[in-house]
Nanobody, 118 residues
Framework: QVQLVESGGGLVQAGGSLRLSCAAS????????MGWYRQAPGKQRELVAI???????NYADSVKGRFTISRENAKNTVYLQMNSLKPEDTAVYYC????????????WGQGTQVTVSS
């Protein structure tokens, strides 16, 4: 079983920065994709950024140039550095781990609230 624990959310003014962290524990196949998704009230969950165990990244257009995803494979930890935050970035941010050693498996964290005030 895999568990994901997020930290780092909070309240920040527009233009400010936050750094989210997500630590994975349990039986984790070394080849995987970790990432961040977010869900604002009344909206569907959407991709923010993902990073493979090899270091390849992908970002939503809305966060390109402002957010940076990184990871430490030895610690099974993924980070999301969020700069130049906007009110529309307000959402619950969820950490995700995807792997497919035998069958596809996806795990989610409990979510952390990010609120950006104008």
């Amino acid at each position: 079983q895999v568990q994901l624990v997020e930290s780092g959310g909070g309240l920040v003014q527009a233009g400010g920065s936050l750094r989210l962290s997500c630590a994975a524990s349990g039986s984790i196949f070394s080849i995987n994709v970790m990432g961040w998704y977010r869900q604002a009230p009344g909206k569907q969950r959407e991709l923010v950024a993902i990073i493979t165990s090899g270091g390849s990244t992908n970002y939503a257009d809305s966060v390109k140039g402002r957010f940076t995803i990184s990871r430490e494979n030895a610690k099974n930890t993924v980070y999301l550095q969020m700069n130049s935050l906007k009110p529309e970035d307000t959402a619950v941010y969820y950490c995700n781990l995807y792997t497919s050693k035998v069958v596809p498996e996806a795990y989610w964290g409990q979510g952390t609230q990010v609120t950006v005030s104008s």
